[in-house]
């Protein structure tokens, strides 16, 4: 089920949390929503899920405006808020049929659904306990059983993995790839690792607007600009092979990538290669190369440059 999000805005006083805001979100796709704190992630995933009304504009889920039809997009949608809200006292199974019956789970499908989530998010062990006797992990899969018993065909999961400990991380990452498979999945989270290794594309905003979007390998890409390689190459004078490499025709700049190793770091020209040029350079003058690594950019960097100011 698709989500059209179009020119959505909302303010708090004098601030504008959310600025004009638009994009799309296919069935079937895991969208990392990003942003530094502040950014309006939260407001917009609440307005989404029909916690909250924008001031201006829509969201359509199905092509079904949250504005004229809240209900009949709530039916649609399962949401972990960041702060995952469970009845401690209750145990998993009973927690689990009490939400499925406020969801609107047909009577006689309960327990079929009830017994569905506890294998799918791995509770089986679980699911006699009461809620507050388990851990942070256990609390987040039961978090996201909640959000998924009615069999929703969008998922909304604001930081689901706060809190939790490496093992549990990858835990809760493969069970979101899983679930994604079948249904639309909005996932935000200030882990970029996460978000890299589970997410089909990103989507960064930063005071209320988007600033990228597109995958992680696409993102990288257009931030780093032209291509930047290290190389070291020996047989020559360090001088000879920064001469020899400043002439190729591909080459834009030549730096020393390090002042106590002979590696350069080189600068292609825009949509220019210079691999191929430096391997005959080498050739023709009888040099190796030690070292060619393409230098790639890292999400972090991508999301400390379109989120600065």
């Given at each position: 089920m698709?989500?059209?999000?179009?020119n959505l805005?909302?303010?708090?006083?004098?601030?504008?949390?959310?600025?004009?805001?638009?994009f799309?979100?296919?069935?079937?796709?895991?969208l990392?929503?990003?942003?530094?704190?502040?950014?309006?992630k939260?407001?917009?995933m609440?307005?989404?899920?029909?916690?909250?009304?924008?001031?201006?504009?829509d969201?359509?889920v199905?092509?079904?405006s949250?504005?004229e039809?809240?209900?009949?997009?709530?039916?649609?949608i399962g949401y972990?808020?960041?702060?995952?809200p469970l009845?401690?006292?209750?145990?998993v199974i009973d927690y689990?049929?009490f939400v499925a019956?406020l969801?609107g789970v047909e009577?006689?499908?309960?327990q079929?659904?009830?017994?569905e989530m506890?294998q799918?998010c791995g509770l089986?062990g679980?699911?006699?306990k009461?809620?507050?006797e388990?851990?942070?992990?256990?609390?987040?899969?039961?978090?996201?059983?909640?959000?998924?018993i009615h069999?929703p065909?969008?998922?909304?999961l604001d930081?689901?993995t706060?809190?939790?400990d490496?093992n549990?991380?990858i835990?809760?990452?493969e069970?979101?790839k899983?679930?994604?498979k079948?249904k639309?999945?909005?996932?935000?989270?200030h882990?970029?690792?996460e978000?890299?290794?589970?997410?089909?594309r990103?989507?960064?905003?930063?005071?209320?607007?988007?600033?990228?979007?597109?995958t992680?390998e696409?993102?990288r890409?257009q931030?780093?600009?032209?291509?930047?390689?290290h190389?070291?190459?020996e047989?020559?004078?360090?001088?000879q092979?920064?001469t020899?490499?400043?002439?190729?025709?591909?080459v834009?700049?030549?730096d020393f990538?390090?002042?106590?190793?002979?590696?350069?770091?080189?600068?292609s020209k825009?949509d220019?290669a210079?691999?191929?040029?430096?391997?005959?350079?080498?050739?023709?003058?009888?040099?190796?190369?030690?070292?060619?690594?393409p230098?790639?950019?890292?999400l972090?960097d991508?999301?400390?440059e379109v989120?600065?100011?």
């Open positions: 698709d989500i059209r999000i179009e805005t909302k303010t708090y006083g004098l601030q504008k949390a959310v600025d004009s805001l638009s799309e979100v296919k069935t079937g796709e895991i990392g929503f990003l942003g530094p704190n502040g950014a309006g939260t407001t917009t609440k307005i989404i899920t029909c916690y909250l009304t924008a001031d201006s504009g969201v359509k199905g092509g079904v949250v504005n039809s809240p209900e009949e997009v709530k039916k649609h972990l808020p960041e702060n995952n009845y401690y006292e209750m145990p689990l049929g019956r969801q009577q006689n499908r309960i079929e659904r009830i017994s506890i799918t089986t679980e699911q006699h009461k809620i507050r388990l851990s942070k992990g256990y609390k987040q899969r039961v978090g996201l059983a909640q959000a998924l069999d065909e969008v998922l909304i930081e689901p706060t809190g939790l490496p549990q991380i835990e809760i990452r069970l979101i899983k679930i994604g079948e639309t999945v909005i996932l935000s989270s882990i970029l690792a978000v890299e290794a589970t997410c089909d990103i989507l960064i905003i930063n005071k209320g607007k988007i600033v990228a979007d597109g992680s696409q993102l890409k931030a780093q600009g032209n291509e930047l390689l190389v070291a190459i047989g020559g004078t360090r001088d092979v920064f020899a490499l400043q002439g190729l025709e591909t834009a700049v030549v990538a390090s002042e106590k190793l002979p590696v350069f770091e080189v600068q825009p220019a210079s691999a191929k040029a430096i391997f005959d350079l080498c050739v023709q003058n009888g040099w190796y190369i030690s070292e060619l690594t230098v790639e950019t890292k972090e991508v999301f400390r989120t600065a100011g």
